[in-house]
């Protein structure tokens, strides 16, 4: 004869617990909402992997310069893994690069961080390889993120370029740089200079360079007028968030 604890009646069944509940199970504005977040997230990250055939086609790491000041915690530099990068020739012949990194955040628009830089050179190499001096033209880049923005222009450096056959090539950078931030209170404040290092691998693709370009100029960063000081201007972001 069993134990009294274990013995059941006959026919009859351990009672099951009710369904969980999640905001993804209910219905709802909330639910509705959850799910689309979710679900746009999972592509933005899926067309990064496609995009970057599962390794990051670039990376940067970003110093600000300055002996003045140090932080006295969280990181000294800022690195940044690249998504999307694409080289192709303009109308004047002269070799641009474009690069995209992006991260979706659940939480909202107001938390994605998206990052964009271009680079305009002379001509493409003639041989194996090729190093770039950098002047004032060369550099744009802008970094968005939630309601605080930043906009760079290049000072001095150099990019040298190899590899550059079969429809992609390899480079790396170095470059000083401008920054500009912007703070809703503030408006476009708080020149800084930065120091840009990396390396990036890039695929022809003129069309997805030059968009990204174009945003990259956009505000009071063209290089047609290419100004001496080439970060001043506009008091509102480019891109509202």
Known sequence: MGHPAVERKAGTLPALPGPVSS??????KRGVWLRARIGSCVLALLSAVVLSGCAAPGTLDIIKLGNKRIRT?????????VDECYHWLDDDGRLCVAMRAFKPSLRGKEYE?????????????AGSARFY?????????????GYTHTRSASLMGVVGIWDYAD?????????TTLQQSYLV????RSVAQLLLVGEFTSRLDREKGE???ARTEEGAVAREAAPKKPIRGAKTPVQSP
């Not at 905001?23 to 709802?28: D, E, F, N, V, Y």
């Not at 915690?73 to 893994?81: A, D, E, H, T």
């Not at 209170?185 to 476009?188: D, Q, V, Y």
Request: charged share 25%; net charge positive; aromatic share 4%.
């Open 23 to 28: 905001p993804l199970a209910k219905g709802g």
């Open 185 to 188: 209170l503030t408006g476009w």
């Open 113 to 125: 961080v998206e990052y964009l830089l271009s680079l305009v050179l002379e001509e493409p190499p």
């Open 167 to 175: 429809g992609s090539l390899e480079g790396r950078l170095r470059i």
């Open 133 to 145: 001096q950098v002047n004032r033209r060369t550099l744009r880049a802008r970094r968005d993120a």
């Open 73 to 81: 915690s969280g990181p000294l530099m800022q690195n940044v893994r």
């Open 211 to 213: 968009a990204i370009l």
